[in-house]
């Protein structure tokens, strides 16, 4: 029988196995959680941590569970990025302008959530109205990796994803608009899905981008994803991954100009998996995709003008209120030209054919998730041997084109470098997260095992 | 920071820097920007229009097939 402490590290599946069997109390799973909360408060993981309203939904789900009922998520704590509203709970967005909001009802996810059986485990910490990768919150602290707390966990879920891989929760809730869900999996070694644009329900949720923003799970591992997935979602893309053959599938390793400018770590991971996917019986090939050179200046002038269109009154009213980066950036994105948007628009369409036309060709496209490891809370650059490229735009570079063509994509941790998770991405054709999720299983069964952070020793066992 | 658009003699021409080109167009967008907002955004405002004008130049094609 697996003791309290181990299943707090334990994938979300084992969790409710052992719920459902009642080896284990989610009273006591609860308690475990939050003491480890307390222990490790100075990652900032949490703008607004569990509190005895989180204890009295673990005390109901003892009782359901002891009378026989099921459910997806019953007894189980999932962690909630502080974007999604939670009624009658503190929703923040990260923000000091927010900071007393008390929704009137829950987002339709959290509300997908309960109605699973989850436990809503606390609000986690955010960049500054989602809109930057590194979670250094200038209100509510600056979140750290959990592998090296002088490192960022990357962003914008930078606090679901130290949640989740530092034992405070069996799995947490995100959203992505450039790489915001990948990003931090990536940084801090979770599996983290941005599933097709609109396969998840954003009632409920603070926009960013309307035309970028996606919702979903981050994860111990790929099944724990694809539970997560099924629950948000209301489909079964996850229970078929399951049974889904992958032999024969195709999968295209991206070259070019956007994957020159990689770690050379990293590189060689992604080639690694690729390598353990052919062993598998997947055949294996090198593609192109050239239009993502565009990438960056048409997720740049989208993401601007929509982001300064949500918040265009606050903006101009109460600038102060809000951080110095998020300010340039909205600043930034009231001077978006109406022509510059209709050209990235096209360019954005330009660049959905290429990714449509290279699916015709292949199933599966491997790439990282990001150039780069976990870098030094602060650092703004990255060196490469030919110049240098500002480190938010680095970490975006691999993730933003899904987000342009809402094709779903998974993080996936595949070995270290330094002590640092390496995470590769895997994408897939729109609604065919199935999939995706099973040959994201085959690379998580290939990955080297990944130390969890300041327990040596310990492992995620899959 | 230097001139950069308007000959330094004419009658309807004045010299215009950056910044000036910036708080104007900040200006025009209703927002109020203190000294050290324009300090902050003006690389980030020099990189976006740079980013722009390659997204113009790479799109150049595609309106020249259009019109003929």
Not at chain 1, 32 to 58: H, M
Request: one cysteine or more.
């Amino acid at each position: 029988m697996p003791s309290v402490e181990s299943l707090t590290s334990a994938p979300l599946v084992q969790i409710v196995s052992s719920l459902r069997r009642r080896q284990v109390s989610p009273v006591d799973l609860v308690d475990a959680y939050t003491k480890r909360i307390e222990a490790s408060a100075g990652l900032r993981a949490f703008i607004t941590p569990p509190d005895e309203r989180a204890r009295r939904e673990a005390q109901r789900a003892e009782r359901r569970l002891s009378r026989g009922e099921t459910g997806a998520l019953l007894g189980v704590a999932i962690a909630v990025k502080d974007l999604f509203a939670t009624r009658a709970l503190r929703t923040t967005v990260g923000s000091r302008i927010l900071r007393d909001w008390l929704p009137a009802r829950d987002a339709a996810v959290v509300a997908r959530l309960r109605a699973a059986g989850a436990i809503i485990f606390g609000k986690t910490n955010l960049h500054e109205f989602a809109y930057g990768v590194s979670t250094a919150n200038p209100w509510w602290g600056i979140a750290r990796n959990p592998h090296d707390p002088r490192r960022s966990p990357g962003g914008s879920s930078g606090g679901s994803a130290i949640a989740v891989i530092a034992g405070l929760c069996a799995g947490a809730l995100g959203s992505d608009t450039g790489g915001s869900i990948r990003v931090p999996a990536s940084l801090c070694g979770c599996v983290g899905l941005k599933p097709t644009f609109g396969v998840i329900p954003l009632a409920g949720t603070f926009p960013l981008g309307w035309s970028l923003d996606h919702a979903g799970p981050l994860a111990r591992t790929v099944d724990d994803a694809g539970v997560l997935f099924d629950v948000l979602s209301g489909g079964d893309a996850g229970r078929k991954s399951r049974r889904a053959s992958t032999r024969g599938l195709r999968v295209g390793v991206l070259r070019g100009s956007i994957v020159e400018l990689v770690q050379p770590a990293v590189s060689r991971q992604v080639d690694a998996a690729a390598a353990a996917l052919r062993r598998r019986g997947l055949r294996v090939r090198s593609v192109q995709i050239p239009e993502m050179e565009w990438t960056v200046a048409t997720q740049l002038v989208t993401l601007r003008a929509e982001a300064s269109a949500l918040h265009a009154r606050w903006i101009r009213t109460r600038s102060r209120a809000y951080g110095a980066d998020v300010r340039t950036r909205l600043q930034l994105g009231s001077l978006v030209a109406g022509a510059d948007y209709v050209l990235a628009q096209r360019m954005r369409a330009r660049i959905r054919a290429a990714m449509r036309r290279v699916f015709h060709d292949i199933d599966l496209l491997l790439l990282p998730s990001t150039p780069i490891t976990a870098p030094i809370v602060g650092e703004r650059t990255v060196r490469w041997p030919s110049g240098e490229e500002p480190v938010d735009g680095a970490l975006v570079r691999l993730t933003a084109p899904f987000n342009l063509t809402g094709l779903p994509a998974l993080s996936i941790p595949f070995g270290a470098t330094a002590g640092l998770p390496i995470g590769v991405q895997l994408v897939g054709l729109w609604n065919d997260e199935a999939r995706l999720l099973a040959v994201g299983r085959l690379i998580e069964e290939e990955a080297p095992t990944l130390t969890l952070p300041r327990e040596q020793g310990r492992k995620i066992s899959r | 920071m230097g001139a950069v658009t308007g000959p330094r003699r004419g009658l309807h021409t004045v010299p215009v820097t950056e910044r000036e080109l910036l708080t104007a167009a900040a200006r025009a967008a209703g927002l109020r920007l203190s000294a050290a907002d324009v300090v902050a955004l003006l690389p980030a405002w020099k990189r976006y229009l740079t980013l722009v004008e390659e997204l113009r130049a790479a799109m150049a094609p595609e309106d020249t097939d259009a019109v003929g």
